[in-house]
């Protein structure tokens, strides 16, 4: 869970960057930085770099943006998942070695990161951060090709899971990448001459690009003054598996995601789900924000009237010191909270994109009922989660996820709905237009097919990482 941006051409290119970053900022909130390419560089003190801890909006003001010239930048929001919360983990990352320097922004996690790291170790290289993303920096540092797209090259022709790059180089190339299975998003636009490079076309409303194209999975794409330039990664070709999950919940509404509407996939998960597991009710509200465009899906197939019966505050930082025991459950009820006009003496139905550990919903479920709800009817527009991501999405291990042990009744039970029902995961894929099941994305998280394997030492070091905080 990252956002990465890059644009080349243009001359407020950090100013560019700096709003691509604010359409992200969903899917990273924990750092955000930029590197800019000064015109002028003929020297690797070219590359500019300014990080911080925070959003967007707190780590860059225009003293920042000012310090960091010229018509090429990269960006990056981050949301750790693999390396800790810290400002040296914060992207992206800058480093010289023998051929230049590179600046580098990551959306993925590799699966042998830990092997390759142990490799590189062995052999004498010194990591500065606890990132797997520096793996892929260490590998282009060791390769013999002479250019940089050479090196890349052979240290993606190495590394396997999940990745989706923004690099910038000393001597201003933009370059794009996208692992063979094209697991994250990443797309080109158009603004004026300049190319742009984001996780997501959410960025380019704002930044009045056009829609381009998608980097394909397996693709290096090459972008200076003279145009694009496309390149295989060295690898033999597999099925694409596109993240499911940023259908889901991940990415936002606004987004085209393998050229389909995030929103209206939303919507058709709702009606699917309404057509599998209809039940008698007065209102349908979304658990907002995400649950949505599922919950316009379930009114409209059901019949069944919409209202907001939640209300979510957008001020809830997460830096919020939780009282200890004074007032219980403040978390969820600092978030949200019921409309008693709307739920008061109702047959409610409940919709929420995802149901990981549970705990959201059992809060949701009491803070209905103590606003007078007469039913709570729970459905999620997604099949149970039963595994983690090995791919960059932040779920918890397996131990945590309330459906990887426990059947739909106990679950139901737990929550303390009066009823409950998932979608399924060819309704789901149905709605997310996939030819035939699974065809085309990665949904490992509902049903343990990992397309990419994780190696033994790398299982543990993602295991160790996601404890419990
Ligand atoms: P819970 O079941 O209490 O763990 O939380 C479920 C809620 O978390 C749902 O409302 C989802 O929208 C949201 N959610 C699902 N996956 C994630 C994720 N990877 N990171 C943050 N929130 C998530």
Redesign the pocket.
Known sequence: ?CGIFGIQGHDEAANIAYLGLHSLQHRGQESAGLVARADDAKTTSGLRRHVAMGLVSDAFGREQLDRLPGAAAIGHVRYSTAGSSELRNAQPFLFDYAGGSVAIAHNGNLVNASTLKARLEASGAIFQTTSDTEVIVHLMAHAREPDVVGRLRAALAQVEGAYSLTMLTDDGKLIGARDPHGFRPLVIGRVKDAYVLSSETSSFDLIEADFFREVEPGEIVVIEKGGLQSYRIAVPAVEPRFCVFEHV?FARPDSLLNQRSVYRAREKMGMKLAEESPVEADVVIP?PD??VPAAVGFSRQSGIGFEMGLIRSHYVGRTFIEPQESIRHFGVRLKLSPVRSVVDGKRVVVV??????????RKIVKMLRNAGAREVHLRISAPPTTHPCYYG???PTRSELVAASHSVEEIARYITCDSLSYLSHDGLMAAVGAPSAGDGYCSACFTGKYPVPLGRPDEAVLVQLRRPS
């Not at 994109?353 to 959201?360: A, I």
């Open positions: 869970m919940y658990v995400s649950g929420d994109d995802s149901l990981v550990r549970g705990t959201t919903s999405i932040d779920t």
